[in-house]
Structures are given as structure tokens and as C-alpha cells.
């Protein structure tokens, strides 16, 4: 693996710094270039950390990515956040060598539903404290009666970025998957993953519908409700991709990632070894033709007791490619009827939400497009907690149905969704 970090990777941390005291004078003058954050400075700020974060290499991110995910949820979230963490049955305790609860109610009936979550971070980032907070802030905005039955798990997979290529998480997921479900006999799982956590929601999908048609196993259990945020769908955009017209182009400037920096042909072996790319078990998208039957006969997608939600940002770079995953795997019309150069933050549900009701051989289905959004908004509506947990001191219940559409958009979204589908 050669040198801890490279030479390059030291001058882009040391060039931090400078980068965010230009987005300060930016600010205050000319403004930022991110639009979602333009009044707001603590957002551009964050958001150039991130994208300085993401442009490393991907064998220096080792560098931030020192903690377990152990010692994030005891010793970050843990502290920070006890007042709400002590209450919860089991938090940080193992399920087994791949999971951690965060929640695990006691007395649970195998019916009751496993939020069981996949941190983003493009395979070679551990889990970030923001990911978590508003995962938890989720949670604690559910119902109360659906929140009394559902339990919170969290995967730790091992990280590209020490050497572990893909698809190690995939099986790392697969073990525990199938302690949930073989041994353990859980039915009502619910996948909830941001960037390269959606990736593997969707992919395992697709490996367990292969491991069913070569008998490997037999009748499967299929998570049954899917949150996708800003799943990564495509790990290697076509040329046009990088023209005006095309979301990597027109939102290089806008978004926390910059494709340019982690896809370069060199450091696809750094995330994949050698498998193929275009095969639906590593880049969907890449897999051509696209076919809706390739997810047609998923139950996840088909099952009319199935629910999926997808979130996409404006102005983010994926957002083309999320956009033609949904068309092709959820009938989502919008990457074919829609361009998205919005010119305000307005909320339009003609172009912003699609809605598929339940119905027979269909999953119900939820996809939105945040006006201006970024990438992962995980990372940015992580004040959800904060917010929570001053109500509780307070002894009020938070109830986000009041809150700011703009600030937590979407976590307002996914718990209406999740509050409606996660019980049976
Ligand atoms: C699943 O459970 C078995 C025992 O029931 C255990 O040996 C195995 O390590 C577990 N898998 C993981 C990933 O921990
Ligand atoms: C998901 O991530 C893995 C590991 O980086 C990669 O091999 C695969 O192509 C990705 N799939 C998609 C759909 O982006
Ligand atoms: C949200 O995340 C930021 C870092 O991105 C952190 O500084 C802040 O403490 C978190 N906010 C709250 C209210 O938890
Ligand atoms: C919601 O928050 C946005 C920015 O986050 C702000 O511009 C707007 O005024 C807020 N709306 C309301 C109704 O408070
Ligand atoms: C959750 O669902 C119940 C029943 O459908 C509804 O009354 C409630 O308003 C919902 N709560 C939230 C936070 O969406």
C-alpha cells in the first residue's frame, strides 16, 4: 500500500484552511456558489470540508477514517447525545460480528421491523457522526407507537480504503443479513443507506435474487422497505455524462462530490479488484440494456406490501443517474421529462415528487428531487437531534410535521415514509 498518505493528500488537507477562508470572503461578498447554502454559512462551510474530504485519494482517506464505528457510537454519539442514547434498549451493543444495534427493542416479535442502516462514504469513509445523528433523529421522529416496535441496526463494513475491495461488504452484509433472516427469522426488514449505502441496498437486492435462481438459497426473505439517499448507482459515467446538459457537468461546481477526483480509471481497481463492471451486481447502471425486468421480479420492487423512497439533490452530480435508475427500476418519469435548472428553491410537485401507490405486482414507491439540494443530506440535517433532544429537556415531544420544509427536507419526507410503511 506504500506510504501512509501520499504528498498529495498533505497539501490537500494543509489546503483546507485556505479554502474555507475564501468561502468565508465569499460569503460576505461575491457569495457562494452553493446555492442551497447561500444564507447559510455553517452549510458552505461544511460542504467545503466535504468536498476537500472527497477529492482525496482514495487510499489517503485512511487518514479521516481512524475511528470504528464502535467508538463513534459510545464515544461520539454516545456522549454527546446521552440524554437520548441512555433510553435506548441495547444501544452500541453487537448483533454479531458485522452489527451494532443502536436500538433494540426488548420483547421484539420477528414481524417487527429492523431499520437496519448503511453509512455512505464511497466505501473508503467510516461512518460520520452527522450520518448517525440523523438516523437517530429519524427514529425518535417516528410515531410513537411505530417507534415502540421498530429497532435500529447499523452495518460496519470493512472500509476500501484499508485494502478492502468490493464486494467484502456485500458479504459482510450478507452474514449478517442472514443471521436476521435465517436464523434469527426476521421478516420485516428495512434498508436505509445514503451514496454507497444506497448502492448496496440496491445491489444486495439483486444478489440475493441471484443466490435464489442458482438454488443457493431457497425462498428468500426481502427487505421490504428501501430509503435510498443519493444512492450511488453508477460507478463509471459515460463520456457524454461530462457535457453541459448532464448533471456531473453542470453541478461540478455546486456539489460536495467531484466526480473528476474519484473516478479516474486508476482507482477503480482500489474499489473493485477486478470484477466487471457492467453487471448488475456492481454498477447497475453500467449494465446495459437497462431493463425493467432486471427489478421487475425483485419482491422488494415487486411485492405490492413493498414500499421504496428515493432522494436525489438538484444540485448534485448523481442526480442524473439516480434519476435514470428510477426511471427504469420504479417508472419514476422524471430523468426523461425533466432538466432541473431550477431557479429558485420553491417546492414544485410536479417535478420534484413522484408518488406510485401500492398495487398488485408493484411496490409503492416515493422518489424526490430536493430543489438545490446536495449530495447525502444526512450530512446536512444532522441538527435534527440537537433539536430533539432540547425539545425532550423540555419535556416537549418533537413532532417534525412543524419544522422548516427547506431545512429538513429530507428527513420531514422519509419520516412520513417510514412512519406509514415500516409496520405491516
Ligand atoms: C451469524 O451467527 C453465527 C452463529 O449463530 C455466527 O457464528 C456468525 O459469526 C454470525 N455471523 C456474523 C457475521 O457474525
Ligand atoms: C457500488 O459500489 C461498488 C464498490 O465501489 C462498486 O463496485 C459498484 O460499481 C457500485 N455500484 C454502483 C451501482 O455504483
Ligand atoms: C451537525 O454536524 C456538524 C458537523 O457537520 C457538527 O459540527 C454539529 O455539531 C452537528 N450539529 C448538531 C446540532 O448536532
Ligand atoms: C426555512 O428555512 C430557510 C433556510 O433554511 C429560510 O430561508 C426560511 O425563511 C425558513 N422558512 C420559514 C417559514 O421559517
Ligand atoms: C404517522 O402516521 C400516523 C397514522 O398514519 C399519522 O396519524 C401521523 O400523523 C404520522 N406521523 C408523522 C410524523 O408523519
Redesign the pocket.
Known sequence: MGAFISLRGIFQLLGLPVSLLVTIIKYYTVGVRFRKFKNNLWGALKLTVYRTALSLDMLDTKVIALATNNHILKRVIGRKYNYITRNFHGYGTKYDDHSYWIVKQPNRDPSDPILYYFHGGGYFLQTAPEQLESIIGMYK?L?PEVQRKTSVLLLDYKLVSFGHTFPTQINQLHHSYQNLTVRDKNTNIAFIGDSAGGNLSIIYTQYLKSLERSKVLKNPIYPRTMVLISPWTNLKPEVKQFNPGYSYFDNDEYDMIRYRYFTTPASLPNLIGTQPLRSLLVSPNSKLPHSADDWSDIPTFANENSNIFVIAGEDEVFRDDILKFAEYALECPFYSENTYCGTSMDFNPRVHQYIRPNQPGKAGVEVYVEPWGVHDSLFFENHSLAKIMALEKKNKVA???SWNDTEFFATKKI??FL??SLIQ
Open positions: 421522529l410515531d413532532d417534525c410535521r419520516v412520513k412512519n406509514r
